[in-house]
């Protein structure tokens, strides 16, 4: 059985600039040309490189304002696909197949354009990250029990909003995630 647990509460925002940065950018590779548009970096962690078979890893998913404009970010960043905007996690095989058959999906109610402006400003579903701000969250994914080197090759996606209310926060000077995101490939090895 696939599991896959979020820790919502597990979420912070730290400075970029803190001692927490080195931590943050281990393991990372190199940047994906795809953070000019919105100015931000996404990555994932895992807790360990060695794991046993069928064991949980735990991953951060963590999102870094490069930019020198504060952006909106959906609160959740959990594996549960929506249209307030997600963060998608694949586990490849060496073949490059997908290993974890688990996910869900989360469907909402669009929101109107009169209460766009509120929607976006409540600190309860949204970040305001500002320039050199870090967010993050945790979840959990079962591996595979096969033995053997895996990739974790996430993804963060954007709200879905009409024209009308990309204009509408453009309007009043509030930028959000505008395109995915792809973060580079972690590697751990179940053993």
């Known amino acids: ?4 647990r979020l820790a919502l509460g597990m979420a912070a ?3 970029a600039d803190s001692a927490t940065t080195a931590e943050i950018h281990r393991n990372v590779r190199d940047i994906p040309e795809s953070t000019a548009a919105d100015q931000i970096e996404f990555q994932v962690l895992s807790d360990k490189l060695h794991y046993a078979p069928g064991t949980l890893v735990s991953v951060k998913f963590i999102v870094t304002n490069i930019g020198e404009t504060p952006i909106y970010i959906y609160r959740y960043l959990g594996a549960c696909s ?3 905007g997600f963060a998608s996690l ?3 095989d060496s073949r490059n197949h997908e290993a974890n058959i688990s ?3 989360g469907d909402t109610l669009a929101t109107p354009n009169n209460e766009l402006i509120k929607w976006v400003n409540n600190p309860s579903l949204w970040i305001l990250l500002k320039p050199r701000e870090v967010y993050g969250g945790i979840a959990e994914f079962e591996l595979p029990a096969k033995k053997g080197p895996y990739r974790l090759k996430a993804a963060l996606y954007p709200t879905s909003l009409n024209d009308q209310q990309k204009e509408i926060l453009s309007e009043n000077k509030m930028t959000v995630l505008r395109i995915p995101h792809e973060a580079p490939i972690a590697t751990v090895t179940v053993r």
């Open 82 to 84: 929506s249209p307030n």
């Open 90 to 92: 694949e586990i490849l």
């Open 103 to 105: 996910g869900c999906s």
């Open 1 to 4: 059985m696939k599991m896959m």
């Open 13 to 15: 925002i730290l400075t």
